[in-house]
């Protein structure tokens, strides 16, 4: 692990951290002004959730092959097309959404092309996410990645803290509602050129390159999706990944109808909400998980805990401005619990596999934080069915992890330390007989 023995200079951290800040305050940006464009143009809720799935898809199923494409060319190239194709989707998508809010074409054609702009961020956005997490995981010793993917994880934090509230100060008065989209386009120009210009082209290690080697335990080699080691983190990723996304995309419409106001009149509220959920994760993320040196085991446990308990407040929260208060609570306690989740399940897969393997877990694990997001249509429909529904699935799904962390063996072994292949698939291959999800 020769790669991994040199330390990351600062700056280079610090140009990564920035390319997943400005992704997440795009992503994030958008969704906080989402429910308010899409009740001013006249698109029904869950077709608003559902302007996220096309792309879901395509991010899944793209990110497997530009993790192995960053093995082949390097890291830093595949970040520039990812920054490219956030940029052009974020600037088609104000032009779509100028359209709408116009009466240029029907609400039925503005979001089948809000569908196919956004659709290129999954195609093509997903590049920069498996070669940020591999060029980081390359240049960080084990005993140090539970930190260091930590503070990764603390710039999605960061970025969700400062789009939501950079997006009303972007509405301005000739592109409306728009204008955030456009602004966040900017934004990952600058960011392009930073990354193309100040940033190392990391060779990647050549253990990487290699062909990869059969998983000891099998005849054969075995996708990363079938991989002992892996599944288990996989699994959990995937329902906490749902779970978050499901309640952020929720929470404008919750807010919107608890509040009686216009979608315009309740951005402010949407944004104040969304803000304390990203300062809580950043909580987590910054600052107790250094301060209490929390390894990935305890983060497996603690973060679908205290999500589940965060769940449950918001759906028991009652109407009016009373309601609200109660609502951001439990949003923020909600975030803190995936503060903690999101890098306990990201590091320990990270740690689970060699230096050899860090670009194709990190896709399969861009892949599960994106094809998530083709289930928020369905909480959407729930909610506007019975409210506090969605949130009450969530609570049940969390305790469902909370149990599986625990008895689950490979996730119950999760700790700082890399385990060696025949421990880790010996380990996971006792979970069926301890009654572990597969």
Known sequence: MSSAA?????RSFAIIFAVSAATAMGNTGLISVLPAIGRSIGIADFMVSGIFSLSALLWAFSSPYWARASDRYGRKPLMLVGLAGFMASMALCGVVVSAGLNHLAPPLVIFGLFLLARALFGLFGAASNPATQAYVAERTPPENRTQAMASLAGAFGLGTVIGPFL??????????????????SLIALAMLFIVWRYLPDQKVPLEAQRPRRPIVGGPRERGLWRDPRITPFLVYGFIVATCQTAQAQTLGFLIIDKLGKSPVQAQGYIATAMMFGAVA?????????????????????????????????????????????????????????????????????????????????????????????????????????????PFLVNTA????????????????????KPATREAATAATIEKSDEGGVS
């Open 281 to 389: 994760g950043l909580l987590a993320q910054w600052g107790l998980i250094r301060m209490f040196e929390m390894t990935p085991r305890q983060l497996l446990r603690w973060g679908v805990g205290v999500a589940g308990l965060g769940n449950l407040i918001v759906a028991l929260a009652p109407g009016g401005d009373k309601g609200f208060y109660v609502l951001v609570a439990g949003y923020a306690v909600s975030s803190l619990g995936f503060g903690f989740a999101r890098p306990g399940f990201t590091a320990g897969s990270s740690i689970a596999v060699g230096i050899d393997e860090q670009a194709r877990v990190a896709g399969a694990i861009a892949a599960v934080n994106g094809i998530n997001v083709i289930f928020a249509p369905a909480f959407v429909f729930l909610y506007q069915h019975f409210g506090p529904l």
């Open 6 to 10: 040199q330390a990351l200079p600062r």
């Open 397 to 416: 799904l969390m305790a469902w992890m909370l149990v599986y962390a625990f008895r689950n063996t490979a996730l119950k072994n999760a700790d700082p």
């Open 167 to 184: 997006a009303p100060l972007f509405v301005f008065p000739v592109v409306g509602l728009a204008g955030p989209l456009f602004s966040f």
